[in-house]
């Protein structure tokens, strides 16, 4: 499993940016994946997962009714829309997947994802 996350940047506060995670083979349409991200001087910490079926989304408190996750199986690409982007969004975002196929642990912890991403970086400028 192969994962690169694209489309950090810097922005202004209330502005709007979209990442995507471009994955090797199958991996979107048969593992469970989740954005993190990692400020600095803090833990990772999810913000969004999907199940590989696209049933369920997660959403952390902080970013529920601002980001959504999605995916395109036919591309292999997972996606975050982020809107009305604080300055506490910043940091570096990391797309990953479950260590186990066709498998939702229901979990958001970084522990539960066993492949993982360079992250992009996104900056929000107050």
């Known amino acids: 499993v192969q994962l690169q996350a694209s489309g950090g940047g810097l922005v202004q506060a209330g502005g709007s940016l979209r990442l995507s995670c471009s994955a090797s083979?199958?991996?979107?349409?048969?593992?469970?994946m989740g954005w993190f991200r990692q400020a600095p001087g803090k833990e990772r910490e999810n913000v969004a997962a999907i199940r590989w079926n696209g049933e369920r989304t997660y959403y952390a408190n902080s970013v529920r009714g601002r980001f959504t996750i999605s995916k395109d199986n036919a591309k292999n690409t997972l996606f975050l829309e982020m809107n009305s982007l604080r300055p506490d969004d910043t940091g570096v975002y990391y797309c990953a997947a479950e260590r186990t196929p066709y498998y939702d642990s229901q979990s958001v912890s970084k522990e539960n994802f066993g492949h993982w991403g360079q992250g992009t970086l996104v900056t929000v400028s107050s």
């Open positions: 083979g199958r991996t979107v349409s048969i593992y469970t």
